[in-house]
């Protein structure tokens, strides 16, 4: 199956909890999620999944936790880096990764903040079921 080439184009497709703040925000988010994330071969779910293959309830979930980081962090997201940039390293602070917020060279207030309220949110897992579907949990 061919990759969609571009940004997702956004619908309503489910009644909650409704549209991205910032699609670019969780599109990043959900890419992140499938690069750092390996499969039970030991391959990143990238190679095989794009974010299209995740199912309406975990990219549902995806939009209200991402939408939820912005509405309470908007301040400092505003003030440093982009949309895509914060969804990258929402998801990679919250699963401490190596990487994420406090390695962007942002003011230490800043990154000490959004950090832990990355954190907060508790590490998430990739996985997929025997229809090729991607979720998280």
């Known amino acids: ?8 184009e956004w619908s309503p497709r489910g009644q909650i ?3 991205p703040i910032w699609p670019k925000f969780v599109d990043a988010y959900l890419e992140a999620a499938l690069w750092s994330s390996i499969d039970d071969n030991g ?8 974010i299209d293959d995740f199912d309406q309830d975990s990219i549902d979930l995806a939009i209200k936790e991402s939408n939820d980081f912005i509405m ?3 301040k400092d997201l505003e003030e440093v880096g982009s949309e ?14 190596g990487a994420g917020f406090w390695d962007r060279g942002y003011p230490d207030q800043i990154h000490s903040r959004l950090t832990e309220a990355a954190h907060a949110y508790g590490e998430q897992h990739v996985w997929t079921g025997p ?5 998280l949990e």
Do not use: C, I, S
């Not at 199956?1 to 997702?8: L, V």
């Not at 895509?84 to 990764?97: I, K, M, S, Y």
């Open 1 to 8: 199956m061919p990759r969609k080439p571009g940004p997702r």
């Open 17 to 19: 909890p409704g549209m």
């Open 43 to 50: 391959e990143p779910f990238d190679k095989n999944f794009d």
């Open 72 to 74: 309470a962090n908007r």
């Open 84 to 97: 895509e940039q914060h969804g990258h390293d929402f998801w990679l602070t919250r699963n401490r990764h």
């Open 131 to 135: 229809n090729g579907t991607v979720y």
